[in-house]
């Protein structure tokens, strides 16, 4: 167990719909990582959040939002849904200095019909 | 921008084979650098990090990594292998801290 807790476990949706998934980082950690793991491919990176503010994005569109909240919990919201949106949304947390590794989740799988 | 590269998609071995799996990566400045294994239906867990010095590192359940810096080489070593091995195993790159950048992963099948 890694104290990073990820919700729901599994997700359907329909095409153009709506979704917003959820993580509680591990005790402690104060900046929490969203990653998109395509089946058969490695986790890619969507974005960061620190102290409640984006600090970093990876190559993902505008339709790809978040939020974290005092408690360094966090949302991933995708508005939208495209087929491609299919996949196991991960959650990373971590304590943000020089040399420090990330604690993931067990990850949100989406399937987008 | 880096990028991590696996040697292999799939490695298929009999119990007690010695395995290694190739990772290379782009970028030739200071790096951090991870192995992650994803056993099936499980989270992603941290096998080895190396962060400085000794270039041998090791990790759980035997793992061990040899970071190479002339080669940009970074590959996961273990001396026999176990069938609950079987997994899926990524290397990765620590983006100037920020994120993690993965590679597209290995999955290894051990045979019992």
């Known amino acids: 167990e890694t104290g990073v807790t990820q919700s729901p476990t599994h997700l359907i949706k329909t095409r153009g719909q709506q979704v917003t998934l959820r993580c509680s980082s591990q005790s402690g950690h104060n900046t929490v990582s969203w990653y998109q793991q395509a089946l058969g491919q490695g986790p890619q990176f969507i974005f960061q959040?620190?102290?409640?503010?984006?600090?970093g994005r990876g190559n993902f569109p505008p339709r790809f939002s978040g939020l974290q909240f005092p408690n360094y919990s966090s949302e991933l919201n995708v508005n939208a849904l495209e087929l491609d949106d299919s996949a196991l949304y991960l959650c990373?947390?971590?304590?943000?200095?020089?040399?420090?590794?990330?604690?993931f989740g067990q990850g949100t799988r989406l399937t987008v019909v | 921008a880096q990028s991590v590269s696996q040697h292999n998609h799939h490695v298929i071995l009999s119990e007690a084979a010695s395995l290694e799996l190739g990772c290379n990566y782009s970028y030739g400045g200071t790096v951090n650098l991870f192995w992650y294994v994803q056993y099936p239906g499980q989270h992603l867990q941290l096998l080895l990090k190396?962060?400085?010095?000794?270039?041998l590192v090791k990790g759980i359940k035997g793992f061990e990594a040899e970071f190479i810096k002339s080669k940009f080489s970074f590959n996961l070593r273990k001396p026999s292998v176990q069938w609950s091995d079987t997994a899926e195993y990524f290397c990765a790159v620590d983006n100037y801290g920020q994120n993690f950048v993965f590679g597209p992963g290995t999955r290894l099948s051990v045979l019992p």
């Open positions: 990373a947390s971590s304590f943000r200095k020089q040399n420090t590794e990330a604690f």
């Open positions: 959040y620190y102290r409640e503010e984006e600090n």
């Open positions: 190396y962060f400085s010095g000794d270039p």
